[in-house]
């Protein structure tokens, strides 16, 4: 059951449900593919240390790092084949092939960065960045779908919502940066009032809708050991070692809709109450800490992520679509946290060109493997990357570099089975069908950058 309302209040509804479309997701571009080009090469295994616009994500203290300021604009598309392979079932649906979701992610990304010294009485730096990214190449602000499914629907692909850091950063001391982030996220809020006849006809509307942001912290801090411990000059065997933390709070887009319909006649005053609350584009705190070492032409970097999905339940208990708190039923949503390494490198050719690879495992944060009409699928997945940066240092105009990246992803979506629940089924408290989920997902990216 998607969310829906009979008669001419479903497409009232419909609209007030915030530029409702299929196929969104609870993932975010940062998580799951990665922001700029080279998130998205190093598989993120370097993004903590990444000085460009997306550490207002990964790591904001890494705005420090490069004292120039910053224009980056790109372009990602990401192509997904979902499958879902029927296993059999007594009540299986008819399915149109394997394929589940073939629906591309498609955003545009823009970024700045800019040193806000001149605006205090203080020579201290003091960095701001700026990192948006749009869906449908800037023509979706608000990529929102909440559904059931009797088919099966995956957790995390999708299209994204609006993306959107505010950061700032600022060296604590030699070789000690520290930095923070809001990231914004949208909470809608819509209330419906119509007095409607059996044929939809409705008079006396009154409809009121709200979205007031949402704003959760990131944090992190970047250590170079070298500059910290080591003279200016010296040769010590900390040059070139960096470590770097950073926490993000978690996120989420929010939809609540209270509809209420009077049909004279049938369904006196106060009229019939329809409330949903539902929520989409989950992302879970995230812990992450990482190690990078450059030496000569190499510089090379592994990072660790914990995220703590399990709290992910007690979302869903405020959910009226996806609620599982309902006893008694065979398949319940059940979250764990999981740990995802990461490890990637990057190699200088010459002044110009530099190449960047990475590779991530990250296990499912799904553990059940069921869940009642909701039916998500998740699978544990490789992630790997490649990419390509070129620096054009003699332009006629500019008086710094012109940076281009270009990066590509692909990820390997492991088997795995699952039972689907559909409390219409005739045979249901049992399964209607066994699928095995897997896929594969590529991800294509660019961006130029400005320095001033």
């Not at 602000?141 to 692909?157: H, K, N, P, V």
């Amino acid at each position: 059951m998607t969310v829906s309302f009979s008669g001419r209040v479903a497409a009232v509804v419909g609209g007030v449900l915030v530029q409702s479309v299929a196929l969104a997701s609870m993932g975010n571009i940062g998580t799951t593919y990665g922001v700029l080009p080279s998130d998205i090469a190093s598989a993120q295994a370097l993004s903590l240390f990444n000085d460009q616009v997306s550490a207002t994500y990964y790591n904001p203290a890494a705005l420090a790092k490069d004292p120039r300021g910053e224009l980056t604009t790109g372009l990602m598309h990401a192509e997904h084949e979902l499958r879902a392979k029927s296993l059999g079932g007594a009540d299986a649906p008819i399915r149109n092939g394997d394929v589940l979701q073939d629906s591309p992610s498609q955003q545009i990304l823009l970024g700045m960065k800019t040193d806000l010294t001149s605006l205090t009485q203080y020579n201290h730096p003091i960095y701001f960045g700026l990192m948006l990214g749009v869906e449908k190449y800037g023509e979706e602000m608000l990529a929102f779908d909440s559904s059931t499914s009797q088919q099966g629907q995956y957790f995390e692909y999708g299209r994204q919502p609006l993306f959107l850091n505010l950061g700032g950063a600022t060296q604590l001391w030699r070789g000690i940066d520290v930095g923070a982030t809001a990231r914004i996220t949208l909470h809608a809020a819509a209330d419906l009032s119509a007095t409607t006849d059996l044929a939809g006809n409705t008079q006396y509307e009154e409809l009121d809708v709200s979205a007031k942001p949402s704003i959760r912290p990131i944090f992190g801090i970047n250590m170079d050991w070298g500059e910290t411990f080591c003279g200016e000059g010296d040769d010590c065997w900390f040059n070139g070692l960096e470590t770097a933390f950073s926490y993000r709070g978690y996120s989420n887009t929010q939809t609540e809709v209270n509809a209420n319909a009077v049909i004279p006649g049938v369904i006196p005053n106060p009229g019939l109450m329809l409330n949903i609350n539902t929520l989409d584009s989950y992302q879970p705190n995230i812990l992450a800490g990482g190690v990078q070492y450059q030496a000569g032409r190499w510089r090379t970097g592994v990072t660790i992520e914990w995220q703590e999905w399990s709290a992910l339940e007690e979302e869903f208990e405020n959910d009226t679509i996806k609620d599982q708190t309902v006893s008694g039923q065979p398949g319940q949503l059940t979250f764990q946290d999981v740990i995802i390494p990461r490890i990637g490198t990057e190699f200088r050719l010459n002044e110009n060109f530099s190449f960047t690879g990475g590779v991530a495992y990250s296990e499912s944060p799904l553990e059940s493997n069921a869940s009642v009409d909701v039916n998500y699928l998740d699978t544990d997945k490789w992630i790997i990357g490649l990419g390509v940066t070129a620096k054009y240092k003699k332009t006629r105009f500019l008086a710094f570099p012109v940076r281009l990246d270009l990066a590509y992803q692909h990820q390997i979506l492991e088997d795995r089975t699952f039972d689907i629940y559909d409390t219409q089924s005739a045979v249901y408290p049992q399964p209607s069908e066994q699928v095995e989920a897997s896929g594969d997902v590529n991800v294509i990216s660019g961006s130029i950058t400005l320095k001033f």
